[in-house]
């Protein structure tokens, strides 16, 4: 099945600093990464996503990579501010019933 | 719309016991999920369901049962509860009109489960 590695787990960044947060898959045939925002005591929520057929998106501040030949894609947050902290999943997924996480990257923006 | 919402928000259980997990949407999706979260690690699927008596295992769904007898609700039954079953759980939606898509999923906001 699909393994999804990311990284970095923790990462700490000044107000204003752009953050990246990166992952790796393994199977070939994932068509679709999501990344989603988790607040302390809430459920994750998608910011952004991106399928195969394309290989960058943007929203605002923030834009999401994806490289399918080296397998990996990347979570970019410019102009960070203190709301932006919180932990950040990447997943993968080749079909609805088999959406692979990451481990997460707890996300802090220093004022 | 609420959008995707469980009961309870926390349980305490003893080994042994038994109880189930309420998820309710509104937003009319037929796809529903059931996730576990553990400290440090990633989601991972425990059952989903593709409509109204459809259900299927997920990559851990040993202890558990799920049923999904309206579009709106998917409870998660926990049979005999273990140490090992502590965790966050959340509950997910998603619309899709081929089961080769793969489309967004809106998450509930959890239940903490610690089974002592």
């Known amino acids: 099945g699909e393994n999804v590695e990311q990284h970095p787990s923790t990462l700490s960044v000044q107000e204003g600093d752009s953050a990246v947060i990166k992952c790796t898959y393994s199977?070939?045939?994932?068509?679709?990464f999501p990344w989603y925002k988790q607040e302390l005591g809430k459920g994750p929520q998608l910011i952004i996503d991106?399928?195969?057929?394309?290989g960058e998106k943007k929203d605002q501040r923030i834009a999401v990579t994806l490289n399918k030949t080296a397998k990996h894609f990347s979570l970019h947050i410019t102009e960070t501010q203190p709301e932006d902290s919180a932990v950040y999943f990447c997943a993968a997924s080749t079909s609805n019933n088999d959406m692979r996480f990451g481990a997460g990257t707890r996300l802090t923006v220093k004022p | 719309n609420a959008g995707v919402t469980q009961t309870p928000k926390f349980r305490i259980l003893k080994i042994g016991q038994s109880m189930t997990l309420q998820c309710t949407q509104d937003m009319n999706h037929n796809y529903m999920y059931w996730y576990r979260q553990d400290p440090g690690m990633g989601l991972k699927l425990i059952y989903y369901s593709v409509g109204a008596g459809i259900t299927d295992k997920g990559e851990v769904p040993n202890g558990y049962n799920v049923s999904r007898s309206t579009t709106e609700d998917f409870p998660l039954r926990l049979e005999l509860a273990a140490p090992s079953q502590t965790s966050v759980y959340f509950c997910a939606s998603s619309y899709s009109i081929t089961t080769l898509a793969t489309d967004t999923q809106y998450f509930g906001p959890g239940t903490r489960l610690t089974v002592l």
């Open positions: 991106i399928r195969s057929n394309v």
């Open positions: 199977d070939s045939a994932s068509n679709y």
